[in-house]
């Protein structure tokens, strides 16, 4: 069982930065490939970031992809996103999930959610 906190959401102009944190319990968490998914208003949840489970290999979303950047430290058990250049289509609530497969693309399975954390960028 794992568990998953984000935070490090909140309101911001376009064309700021936000840096997003997701802490896990447990003491397995460097065997759990991490990713981050976002849902606008209205809108399907969907893919934003996929990070290995050394944290050597990342993978995005065509939409953030030189915007955002994931990452984690293994021994703090937490996985971020950085969001830098946001834009106002970037407003949704952001969730990190866990996924004891290998696979961290697109395609992500994830095994747990976060409770998410809501990012809005005003114009």
């Known amino acids: 069982q794992v568990q998953l906190v984000e935070s490090g959401g909140g309101l911001v102009q376009a064309g700021g930065s936000l840096r997003l944190s997701c802490a896990a319990s447990?003491?397995?968490?460097?065997?759990?490939?991490m990713g981050w998914f976002r849902q606008p208003p209205g809108k399907e949840r969907e893919f934003v970031a996929g990070?290995?489970?050394?944290?050597?290999?990342?993978i995005y979303a065509d939409s953030v992809l030189g915007r955002f950047t994931g990452s984690r430290d293994n021994a703090k058990n937490t996985v971020y996103l950085q969001l830098n250049s946001l834009k106002p289509e970037d407003t949704a609530v952001y969730y990190c999930?866990?996924?004891?497969?290998?696979?961290?693309?697109?395609?992500?399975?994830?095994?747990?959610w976060g409770q998410g954390t809501q990012v809005t960028v005003s114009s």
């Open positions: 999930a866990a996924s004891s497969g290998v696979y961290y693309g697109r395609n992500f399975a994830a095994d747990y």
């Open positions: 990070i290995n489970r050394s944290g050597s290999s990342t």
């Open positions: 447990g003491r397995t968490f460097s065997s759990y490939a």
